[in-house]
């Protein structure tokens, strides 16, 4: 839907002129999955669809959330942030406490969403639904707060407010994204990198399981406890504050120690990912996009053999498009337990990539799959 559409929508539903229009993107994480809550490198881009988000002040104090996306609307006061809604406007609702903890005001408004992210596809909709938000009142607020505190204020409202214990990295990706570019991102220190995604004769090929994802808040959170709980263990036999400061000579050096082979092999696939991750950049950079798909599929294999955060659906489509011409790599991409793949596809191939891998898909599967070739966009901003 384009800018003005909206604002006619805008118009039809409060009766006046919306004050500011604002846009936030989701993101896909190239590899380095699972390891922004260990201190690792991630390497996600933002995408060029996101959430939009349309504002006028109300005369009260009242706030009201509509979107074209459901048929929901909602108004809600103050008395939110004790009830906490288990409706969409909870990720609004999350960013609005923090602003709320940092002195400001931020009711009074009347709002539009409206997304074009595929929900519950693991590309970070709800991260550009807190992002569009925070942008948003940052500016109407005048806080002045810089985007990346922006994003830590929207991780942190993930976690408190709707119990998702999410790292960072689809909050920074969706606060800091740059077009052309993926965001080599150091999740322990948040010092970053854009690097230029020049893939000549290559793109991202983004391949929707449409798989309903089921119980990944509870999954997602026994993950990070798993990796909490090997973080202890080794850290009574060497100094660690987090999984990825260990190289995977280290680590295997002193796994012994854990006990458990599941909570093993969990630390092993974070540590391994973390290695994986600085190769690829490396190979990127060198321009060596054969070895970066090599370590997309060893990276796919470790999630689904060590970290148990595939399924059916992510594997078929994963290793079906490994299988093909023209592919380079292919990899389940974000929380998993359904959602996406990403895959580094040749150009020429990618009508027969999208015709194969989607019958393929389907036969193995019964699910028809859906396909997006990733256009990489810039971060959350103010359009009008
Ligand atoms: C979700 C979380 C992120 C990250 C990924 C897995 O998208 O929100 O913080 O942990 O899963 O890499």
């Not at 550009?128 to 707060?145: F, H, K, Q």
């Not at 990796?227 to 000579?249: F, K, M, S, V, W």
């Not at 280290?250 to 120690?257: C, D, Q």
């Not at 595939?310 to 389940?332: C, F, H, N, P, Y």
Request: charged content about 25%.
């Amino acid at each position: 839907m384009d800018i003005d559409t909206l604002k006619k929508q805008f118009r039809a539903i409060y009766e006046k002129e919306p004050q500011g229009v604002y846009f936030a993107p989701g993101r896909v994480n190239l590899i380095g999955e699972h390891i922004d809550y260990n201190g690792g490198l991630v390497f996600p881009c933002a995408l060029s669809f996101g959430t939009y988000l349309l504002v006028s002040r109300r005369k009260d104090r009242n706030t009201m959330f509509t979107t074209l996306n459901f048929d929901h609307t909602g108004t809600f006061d103050e008395c939110a942030f004790t009830k906490k809604p288990v409706t969409w406007e909870r990720y609004p609702l999350a960013v609005m406490k923090e602003f709320v903890d940092k002195g400001y005001d931020p009711w009074g408004y009347d709002l539009l969403f409206n997304g074009d992210v595929p929900g519950g596809a693991g590309l970070s909709s709800s991260a550009s639904i807190e992002l569009v938000t925070a942008t948003m009142l940052n500016d109407v607020l005048n806080a002045g707060i810089d985007p990346i505190e922006l994003a830590r204020m929207s991780q942190r409202a993930e976690n408190v407010f709707v119990g998702m214990n999410s790292g960072i990295m689809d909050q920074f990706a969706s606060a800091m994204g740059k077009t052309g570019h993926a965001i080599a991102l150091d999740c322990a220190t948040l010092d970053f990198e854009w690097i230029p995604l020049a893939m000549e004769g290559y793109s991202v090929v983004v391949a929707n399981t449409n798989k309903h994802r089921t119980l990944t808040t509870s999954k997602y959170n026994e993950r990070r406890s798993e990796c909490e709980e090997a973080t202890r263990i080794l850290a009574g036999e060497i100094p660690l504050n987090a999984l990825c400061e260990l190289t995977p000579e280290i680590f295997e050096a002193h796994a012994g120690k854990i006990a458990n082979e599941t909570i093993r092999r969990r630390a092993r696939h974070a540590v391994n990912e973390n290695a994986r991750v600085k190769e690829a950049i490396v190979a990127l950079k060198g321009n060596d996009l054969p070895r970066f798909g090599q370590l997309m599929n060893a990276s796919h294999r470790s999630l689904k053999e060590d970290y148990e955060v595939t399924g059916i659906e992510l594997d078929t489509l994963a290793e079906e498009a490994q299988k093909l011409d023209g592919v380079l790599g292919s990899r389940m991409t974000g929380g998993g337990f359904g959602g996406c793949t990403v895959s580094l596809v040749a150009n020429a191939s990618i009508p027969s990539f999208i015709a194969t891998l989607g019958a393929r898909y389907k036969s193995l599967v019964g699910l028809t799959a859906d396909f997006y070739i990733a256009n990489v966009g810039d971060g959350a901003r103010k359009l009008e």
